[in-house]
């Protein structure tokens, strides 16, 4: 009472109720993605902490942070989170909204080839994705993208050596990108010179590659 008393005007501080100093913010990210929402509070410690999704208490979520190492699509949602002092006076964060977009998904890769000189070759890819999503193509070479080639079939025609190489393609949303598996293209050069007949068959012969 005396200490009280000698503080004057500054009597005895009470204890603080809880308060939010920063709220989870929203997040917007693709089905896979690591998300973290945090809570910054402040009042008389020790302060407790509970989650909710769609207002509904999440089991041991019981941190200042909520941790998703790879959301899905059942986790997109409302998330809010209850700060409680041991008298137990809580405040409620405003609400964050997580919202996860699915990635396009590659149903049929491209296929390898082989070609002749001049020939003529087709790449081609089959992917799906979100309904209200429309999907866009890119072709590389080698890891270069091709110059209009944006759909989901690559069509060479007279085909030259320096065409060979490594071809892949990229699909996206307007959210992500999947690419596909490498499909190698080999160009061969050759002239047919003669055959001729052996007791095991007919014997071509070629030269170039």
């Keep these: ?3 009280i008393h000698a503080a004057g005007s500054a009597g005895k501080s009470l204890p603080e109720s809880p308060r939010i100093l920063m709220p989870p913010a929203s997040r917007e990210v693709v089905a896979g993605t690591e998300v973290t929402f945090a809570v910054t509070a402040a009042g008389t410690e020790p302060l407790a ?8 208490p999440l089991p041991d979520a ?23 002092d041991s008298a137990g006076r809580s405040i409620t964060s405003d609400p964050a909204t997580l919202i996860v977009h699915e990635p396009p998904v590659i149903v049929r890769q491209p296929e390898s080839a082989r070609v002749m000189v001049q020939g003529s070759v087709t790449f081609s890819v089959e992917a799906s994705g979100p309904a209200s999503e ?9 890891g270069v993208g091709i110059a209009g080639a944006v759909s989901p079939t690559l069509i060479l025609n007279n085909v030259a050596l320096a065409a060979a190489g490594t071809y892949t393609v990229g699909v996206s949303t307007p959210h992500a990108t ?32």
Excluded: H, K, M
């Excluded at 902490?49 to 509904?56: L, M, R």
């Excluded at 200042?64 to 700060?83: H, I, K, M, Q, S």
């Excluded at 596909?180 to 055959?195: C, H, M, N, R």
């Design 1 to 3: 009472l005396a200490a």
């Design 49 to 56: 902490y509970a989650w909710t999704f769609q207002g509904t």
């Design 62 to 84: 019981t941190n200042a942070t909520l941790v998703f190492p790879a959301v899905r699509a059942e986790n997109a949602g409302t998330y809010a989170v209850v700060v409680a």
């Design 134 to 142: 429309t999907l866009s193509y890119q072709w590389f070479r080698n």
């Design 178 to 209: 999947v690419f596909s598996d490498p499909a190698t293209l080999i160009v061969a050069s050759g002239e047919f010179t003669s055959a001729e007949w052996t007791p095991a068959g007919i014997q071509l012969f070629v030269s170039g590659e």
